[in-house]
């Protein structure tokens, strides 16, 4: 069972019963399980800020919760609140400015009639509980894909178990729920399927390996952690059964833009003929992008590759002497190596434009 | 230039000129270039050990002069030397048991006669130089194929040079000489030929990122450091025009065992069109096994995977309670997704049991 509360809101709202937003610390993981409470609205500014919660919708939570936070904190009445909510919706914006969530919650927050800490708690409660619905919808048509695949046949490694490779961290702690690409698999450990998950540390930054495994560890989950140049020899000894990872953006047809790595998995499981899954909610696809090759791709800092040397007894000063770095953050995967897209609505498969319109239609 | 020097003999041999053997100490790399004198047996079985040398054929040269050091250390007569070189031999095959040309050159040491620090110095550096010229005989035939692809037509990513992947360390590092994988590079650059080379950081124990790029930087050559699960989208913007690695064992159809990620790097290649190259000197050949599927893969401790995120502000303790790991050392490319294995004897291409058999006999 999943245990992580990523996201929580502790206490009630207004001067009389004072709550508070109470954050899981994602930096300190997988060492430490540290909370944050945030009793006012630059400590949430700089929990978004400083990564301590991260993933698009459990940003949006978050930054929902802050709008309370502000409030209370101001204890001022209804047309002071609705001065110090709008200064709190402007300064919390800038804390990430390219979270699409962030502005989306923000501005349903700033609807919110009478302008009273209560009443936006209620409304930050909704956007999280309906956060927590998306994902387990998710899970719901996820499961039916790992259904198609149990009881599975003999394979050559005898494991009776669905074994499900994921990149990155599409998890729990990335939302206000069970996760996008983690969500079929908790559903799957919850109804007793036996399951077996391998998870890809994902460099630079090691979602994987710091995130999805922690996470799915805590749950009881099965979790195998490997590094990314092994997932092609995992998939040759037969070990994986499918593919499912999140997505950051999807165009019209169904190119995937996701972190860096996706697409790698994508090639190696065509090339092993096994299936290669998105799940994302369908918030996620932009129409207003026919094809892949219109999302542009963001580079990084290269420090995040030459920063983390820690193996055999080496430790990098921040980059090495006449080395360049090429860090690109995502990739694109296009729509041709999906077999599916899972989302709240529905599944989508095969992945076109047509498929795609008539889902989200 | 390549002006990097992991093994070296400074001064004469004997009780009247006693020199030591010189290795960098590749466990600091690529932070600092610290030098260790071995002036006694003890030293050398240390050096080999702890990997201060590594790679096959670095191993075998370093052996041979731990051979001249120990004998030199004694000062006896001839007899005495006999049985001090037999102990050596003995002492410093146990320093890395699984290490081939390390027992290949302590047996080619143990036949020197006279056996005198003098002349085991002799075949020592005898053991050196035709290391060096099987490197450099590699990097000949390699060049070739370098050549074939210059001057390119243009292409998506208008780069004037030829731009080549590679994993892990098969360089002058891990030699006596300029390396296998890396000698193409090296003469190509020495003959101003435009160049790009991209490494792979090879996870766990980043080797790509620690000495390939080191060296190949080192040397002048124009190298960009790039994470594992990068190559896919590397590959995608058309920014790669071959890929060359090392090889740890290779059968007699021409299967090649290689350190992780290699297969990743073969399956990738095959989807882009890009052809899939490795460099290694005959003897890595191993024509007792007929394919890949009779190579054991050394498993090795999940920790190598664990013990080293140092990203994110994360640093974890050894191993994530409940998370298993999976750490395969090598991986095996079946021989149809190789384009062709340079040699120091010359080109196998395609690559199968008839040419390999033909080249080798």
Redesign the interface.
Known sequence: MLNIRNIQWVGGAGSEAAGCLRLLDQ?????EQVYIDCHDVATVWDAIKR?VVRGAPAIGVAAAYGCVVAVQEARGGASEAREVLQKACDYLASSRPTAVNLFWALDRMKRVEPCTAEALLAEAKRIHEEDAAMCRKIGEHGLELIRRLHPKPETRIPTPGISILT?CNAGALATGGIGTATAPMYLAHEQGLPLRV?A???????QG??LT??EL??A?V?????????????M?EGRIDMVITGADRIAANGDTANK??T??LA??A??HGIPFYIAAPSSTFDLSIADGSAIP?EQRD?R??????????????PG?????????AF??TPHELIAAIVTEKGIIEPVNSQTVRRLLA
């Open positions: 930096t300190k993981l997988p060492g990564l990149h391998f890809d540390e994902t460099r630079p930054l090691l390996a710091r495994a922690f560890a805590a009881g099965d979790v195998t952690l490997i590094c990314d140049d092994m997932a092609a020899q995992v040759r860096i790595g697409y790698n090639v190696l065509k090339h791709i290269g995040e590759i030459t920063d983390s040397y820690g193996s055999g007894g080496a430790k990098a000063q090495i002497p006449g080395v360049k770095t090429y860090n690109p990739d694109v």
